[in-house]
C-alpha cells in the first residue's frame, strides 16, 4: 500500500480556498441516484452536495457496469456536526492510548473523521456512497460503511488486501467510475470520495479549492443518533 497523505497533513490545511460561490443541491432530484436514508437528519442536510459534484456522480452512475448503481448515503454535513464526530472519535482514541500525545491523536483521528476546518463533507464536496445492484440491494465491498480503522483491522483501507476477491472487484469498480468522472478517494476510507475541496486539490494538483465550508441555507441540521458518521 502507498503512502497515505491524511487530512490533517499540513500539505492538505494549506492548500488554498477560493470559494466559488456554487450553490448546494439536493441529490433526490437526480432520479438516477439511489439515495439510503440510514443517515437522514431532521434537516435532511444530508442529501445535498455541491451541483458540481452531483453532476460528476451522475457521469459515474453511466459508467458502471450494467446491473449497478451508485447508493447514495450521506453529502453535506454542518460544522457543528463534523467538530463534535473529530472530538469523539479523538477522545475514543485517548483512551486506547493514553501515552500518545496530542498531536498523534489529532493525526489519527483524522484517518476517520476529517478535522472540521478543512472538512470535505462541510463543503459539501464530499460523498460517502457505495454499490448496489438495480433492486437496490447493497454489495459486499469488504467492510460495513463507516467501519473504523479499529473495528475493521483495517479493512476500511480502500486498498487493504485483507477482503475478498469479490469485495475487492467490487471497489475496483466503484473506483473506476468515480475517477473517471473526477472524483478522488481518501484511501483510509474506501466509500469517501470528493472533489473540489482541499484533499481534491491535492490530489490532482490544482492550485486550489473552489469549494470551502459553508453553512445549508437555512440553518443547519441537528445531530444524529447512533454512532458517527466520518471523514
Known amino acids: ?16 480556498v477560493r470559494e466559488c460561490g456554487e450553490p448546494l443541491a439536493d441529490v433526490r432530484r437526480a432520479a438516477a441516484l439511489l439515495v439510503d436514508d440510514r443517515l437522514r437528519d431532521p434537516a435532511h442536510a444530508f442529501v445535498y ?14 459508467l458502471l457496469p450494467d446491473g449497478l448503481r451508485l447508493l447514495f ?21 485517548t483512551k486506547l492510548h493514553p501515552e500518545w500525545p496530542a498531536e ?11 478535522p472540521p476546518d478543512i472538512a470535505p463533507h462541510s463543503a459539501g464536496a464530499a460523498v460517502d456512497l457505495t454499490l448496489a445492484d438495480t433492486d437496490g440491494r447493497e454489495l459486499d465491498l469488504g467492510t460495513a460503511m463507516n467501519a473504523s480503522p479499529e473495528e475493521s483491522a483495517g479493512a476500511c483501507y480502500t486498498g487493504a488486501d485483507s477482503i475478498t476477491a469479490e469485495a475487492r472487484e467490487h471497489r475496483r469498480i466503484l473506483g473506476t467510475a ?3 468522472a473526477g472524483l478522488v478517494n481518501y484511501p483510509t476510507e474506501w466509500w469517501h470520495w470528493s472533489y473540489g475541496d482541499r484533499y ?32
Open 1 to 16: 500500500m502507498s503512502e497515505i497523505i491524511l487530512m490533517s497533513d499540513p500539505k492538505v490545511t494549506s492548500t488554498p
Open 49 to 62: 452536495l455541491r451541483e458540481g459534484v452531483v453532476n460528476r456522480l451522475l457521469e459515474a452512475q453511466t
Open 104 to 114: 498523534r491523536i489529532h493525526a489519527a483521528a483524522s484517518r476517520y473523521v476529517s
Open 73 to 93: 448515503v450521506e453529502g453535506y454535513r454542518p460544522l457543528s456536526l463534523q467538530r463534535a464526530y473529530f472530538e469523539e472519535y479523538a477522545e475514543e482514541l
Open 178 to 180: 468515480l475517477s473517471a
Open 200 to 231: 481534491w486539490a491535492l490530489a490532482t494538483g490544482a492550485e486550489h479549492a473552489p469549494y470551502g465550508p459553508r453553512e445549508l441555507p437555512g440553518g443547519s441540521a441537528a445531530p444524529k443518533d447512533g454512532q458517527p458518521t466520518v471523514s
